[in-house]
């Protein structure tokens, strides 16, 4: 009897097309879709500012220093031909952000006044950020430092030739003399929006079970399949066990599936690549907790509701509460330390940092260990919750 049951599941759950597109289509495409979209917030070398220049010196230190300011990964230049203040203007408020004049006698008055100020002008959009504006300030001021260095090194070279060649050789492309490490225990590696994107929506995927598994179960109360069952003598648990295996085997196959996406469908389309980690271990621990807590407070949710419109419309408004507040929606490390410190709230949290544990940080078993107990331990409670619900409605004939 035990396997006909699993035969009928199986068969319910590939009758019903539209919560299979719930299940494994919205989520492959949400990390498509947002894998993309976040790329360059999670990249270190987006561009943050588009800026061009107006050399009126034609200096050698005019474009020594627009060739420094090139190669800076987050300033894009844009080569232009400024004739007048409106041409000006007009780029100020269209796609340039910064316009940099370099006015006659720059060079000059570098080599001859090395400690003058206000050496260039800088025009700027009105709706410049203001932090965006002191990383150019700061990168100019860095780049105007070493044209002066190089100026006491030609100075040097007769009369110090060791100290010219230290200056010489002296590397000013250094990105930041700090090595920099993430909260969130990151470390010193920053997640790619893939490696963001790809276990959120797993772990989102996975509750959405609530679809087909409170479709079916509603349908079987209402055509009184559930009282025949218990007229056979099939208890709830064995009834519930029916219900939860085929669910976690469609569980694997998502997680699967997306690992799938972010592996080998997300590079196509320019999007940075999942590394999934070397636990398989690992990742079969939190899948499987994650998936009970999934079906857990699915079953929970069937068994309260009336009917199918309720189970789907809670169980949505559920999955959307527990995906914002645990990271879901918006990574937590963008979220302030009490917006951090709330999320272990929400099972999805658990789930969350246990697959960041595997595919960024690259952990094993122990490491997962406590957030798949935790996460299994909530389905369970949510299980037994709902057999108990169950068991009483029976015993009343509801």
Known sequence: MFKAMLVKEILLILRDKHALAALFIMPAIFILIMSLALKDTFSDTRPLLHYTIIDQDHSQAAKQLGDFLSTSRVLVFHQEDVADPAERTRLLNSRLQLVLTIPSGFGRQLREQPGSDNLLRLDVAADIKQELLTVFQARLATDVLRLRLAGMENELAPFAPDVAEKLRTADYTSSSPARVYYTGGFGDRKPTSTQQSVPSWIVFGMFFVIIPLSTV??????????????????????????????????????VILMIAVGIFVVPLFGGPPLTPGHSYVGLGMVSLGLSLAAIGTSLLI??????????????????????????????????????????????????????????????????????????????????AFAAAVLGFQMKRGI
Do not use: C
């Open 302 to 383: 069937a068994v309260l509701a009336k009917t199918v419109e309720q189970a789907t419309t809670v169980g949505g408004l559920i999955n959307i509460l527990f995906g914002a507040i645990g990271g879901i929606m918006v990574p937590k490390f963008y979220m302030p330390q009490e917006m951090q410190a709330f999320a272990m709230v929400s099972p999805m949290s658990w789930g969350l940092e246990g697959f960041l544990d595997i595919f960024l940080r690259g952990l094993g078993p122990a490491a997962v260990a406590a957030e798949s107990l935790a996460l299994a331990a909530f389905g369970m409670v949510m299980i």
């Open 217 to 254: 179960f509603i349908n079987e109360r209402r055509q009184n399949t559930l009282k025949r069952m218990a007229a056979m003598n099939v208890s709830v648990p064995l009834l519930f066990l029916g219900k939860i295996l085929p669910y976690l085997l469609i569980n694997q196959l998502q």
